[in-house]
């Protein structure tokens, strides 16, 4: 997974989630807009087939689908997501994400 260098939008300035990130191909694209103690907000791109393997976090996470479409998978139920849908990732229960076809999702893990 590659991370992009840009600069984080400045306080109280819109921003286009879609264009913060861009595709790579064969790859998942990350960028972190905000990073605290309680919780973190990351903007994904994916290629279309790439994935994020099983695996479990400690805290709970919502997955916002800014385009495209992903299968989420979370505690071996799949839901099929696009545009402008969401779903919570309870924490400790077993999840993974794959890219249906491109798509880019906003991440905001909920740490308290």
Known sequence: MSKEKA???ALAEAAR???LVS???GAVVSRSLVHRPSGSVTLFAFDEGQSLSEHTAPFDALVYVV???AEVTVSGRESRL????A???PANE????KA????KMLLIMLRS
Do not use: C, S, W
């Open 82 to 85: 696009g545009a402008g849908d």
């Open 94 to 97: 077993p999840h993974a994400v």
């Open 100 to 103: 249906a076809k491109r798509f």
């Open 23 to 25: 595709y790579q191909e």
């Open 17 to 19: 989630l879609a264009e």
């Open 87 to 89: 779903l919570l990732m």
């Open 67 to 69: 385009e495209g479409e």
């Open 7 to 9: 600069d984080t939008p």
